[in-house]
């Protein structure tokens, strides 16, 4: 009954959150304030999010809450390839969002600063083949024993070969986790070169006033660090219920609650940390 209660609870406080968060994005359009690269990221972000939740958490509170389990293969299939999607999609939005931030805020004799100018260009046409990449990663497999996952029940091959599956899905998420940590690094590098040299010409004052780009690059690097840290907890659990038979039923509900943190925390994240996030310069 807690499980019920906190999946319940997170995904209808995620949905609000994300749905929010994009309607403050859809009125600045139309009040014509300028659109940053960066925000256009953010609206991808929002959009997987709220995919993650509607795929994972909103069967799984309908199932909880009496509905029917979707008996349909189909409808089974699309749920689990909508899910991931979303997940793959996040974490490419948040890779990218990294990478653009880093070079926007390299220093103008760096080797990215050619980049600065090109970068916002690229941003559309990365985000399209994020979503297009993740579609054709993900193929059907076979099956041949049935899981409950309480709102869906599903089938598939042994133990061994699903985690070989699981492996070979999860290798664009590793790359994009690779550029991520060298992203959050090199952002963490960048600010420390800039703090020293703000302290070297404002002497002794104890309290220097930070620029707007510290500010977002700390929100996108919290942003990051959030993720990988749900990711990889999501991705353990997974595994588990992929090998393990005898703890699969106790560990289905912690895996669509872990599965749904990220989604449901990152837009009061990024709510709190609106102005740092909204004065990113275009680059």
Known sequence: MLMDMIISTQT????????SL????IVLHFIGSRIRSTDLILKHLIV???LV?????????MAVSGWKQIHSDFGCKLLFFLHRVGTGVSIGSICLLSVFQVITISPHNSRWAALKITAPKCVVLSLFLCWILQMLAI???????KIDFGYCSA????????ALCAVLLLFPDVLYLGLMLWAGSSMVLILYRHKQQV???????????SFPESRASKTIFL???TFVYFYTLFSIFQLVVALFDHLRCSLVNKTVIIAACFPTVSPFLLTSRDSSVHRIPPG
Do not use: M, W
């Open 53 to 61: 939740l509607l795929c994972k958490g909103v069967p799984q509170t």
């Open 139 to 145: 193929s059907d497999k076979n099956i041949t024993k």
């Open 199 to 209: 302290q070297h010409i404002q002497g002794t004052d104890p309290f220097p006033r």
């Open 22 to 25: 994009l309607c403050g994005y």
């Open 223 to 225: 942003l990051g660090s």
């Open 155 to 162: 089938v598939h091959h042994d133990g061994t070969r699903e």
């Open 12 to 19: 209808v406080a995620g949905i609000l959150g994300n749905f």
């Open 48 to 50: 997987a999010n709220s």
